[in-house]
């Protein structure tokens, strides 16, 4: 390493430094692949929970007709009401909702570890 060098990078490496300090959700690492990972799973599991539970667009629409008694009155379906709702059809979307509501908790809580790991890294 010759002067030119050495000089570059005892300039380079203060500002270097204050900026992977500084910039926690920009910097990638092996640890960021994960989170991104985590996250997508957040999103796309709320998704389908916000689709099932209070049928909210894009699938909502979807969930409540295959519920409905009458698919022709699919205003009368609302959040957590039992009007023209079919029981069995209902407790079959539970069903399916049930790995959806798991993967949400657990990459809440990664998440949060994630979270709580690297504020104290950067410490």
Known sequence: MDHADTE???CVKPFYDHVR???IGLRVTNGTYT???TGSV???SGLV???T???YPPLGQHFAKSIAVDSRKLALIKPYSKENVDE???QAMREIQKPFITAHVY???TLLFYSIAYYRRDR
Request: proline share 0%; net charge negative.
């Open 21 to 23: 300090r500084t910039t």
């Open 35 to 37: 989170e991104i990972f």
């Open 107 to 109: 990459s809440f809580y």
């Open 53 to 55: 539970d209070i049928y």
């Open 49 to 51: 929970i916000a689709c």
């Open 8 to 10: 570059l990078e005892t």
């Open 88 to 90: 069995r059809a209902y």
């Open 42 to 44: 957040q999103i796309v």
